[in-house]
T-cell receptor
């Protein structure tokens, strides 16, 4: 079936350390989106990646889409306490109409 | 900034009862979705809706579930006879572009507790 695997499930870092979460699919994706969900909140759209090898940056966040369009990563440089939450990748498979979410990576930060 | 509005924020219901979860999508959005999230788990697709009909549904979305857009603004999810395992956070989402290009806007969710 259409699944996207996301690792790690949990990540605890010291404030100021970097953080990375990865998503992988066994099949080629049309695009991949990233969402952030704060504790007790709802998913909030961060970014969409469409092109093979695409890299996008939002301040301390760097998003990458693999050359084969089967994997993606989100890297946060120098984490801050405001980065706490669960980060989900969400894949749009070719021919499909809905997003399939990864399991999410829950980021906690020690100040 | 435009929002997707969901009501109620929390619903407690007896097993076997019917519940209706309500959503008001962003006014110029055309594509609507229901997802659910069991506590601490991933966000699971239930159904997508476009042009007043279901465009896709998951295996979770069985005969106990239905969706409606009764008046051109509200978008509802009905569960006819709730089970304990229906307890979850239900999120409505909408988007203006086909296939969700450009991202979904999610509502703040309805926490459904079946007792």
């Amino acid at each position: 079936g259409q699944q996207v695997m996301q690792i790690p499930q949990y990540q605890h870092v010291q404030e100021g350390e970097d953080f990375t979460t990865y998503c992988n699919s066994s099949t080629t994706l049309s695009n991949i989106q990233w969402y952030k969900q704060r504790p007790g909140g709802h998913p909030v759209f961060l970014i969409q990646l469409v092109k093979s090898g695409e890299v996008k940056k939002q301040k301390r966040l760097t998003f990458q889409f693999g050359e084969a369009k089967k994997n993606s990563s989100l890297h946060i440089t120098a984490t801050q306490t405001t980065d706490v939450g669960t980060y989900f990748c969400a894949a749009l498979f070719q021919g499909a109409q809905k997003l399939v979410f990864g399991q999410g990576t829950r980021l906690t930060i020690n100040p | 900034e435009p929002e997707v509005t969901q009501t109620p924020s929390h619903q407690v219901t007896q097993m076997g009862q019917e519940v209706i979860l309500r959503c008001v999508p962003i006014s110029n959005h055309l594509y609507f979705y229901w997802y659910r999230q069991i506590l601490g788990q991933k966000v699971e697709f239930l159904v997508s809706f476009y042009n007043n009909e279901i465009s896709e549904k998951s295996e979770i979305f069985d005969d106990q579930f239905s969706v409606e857009r009764p008046d051109g603004s509200n978008f509802t999810l009905k569960i006819r006879s709730t089970k304990l395992e229906d307890s979850a956070m239900y999120f409505c989402a909408s988007t203006t572009l086909w296939r969700g290009t450009g991202g979904y806007t999610f509502g703040s969710g309805t926490r459904l507790t079946v007792v």
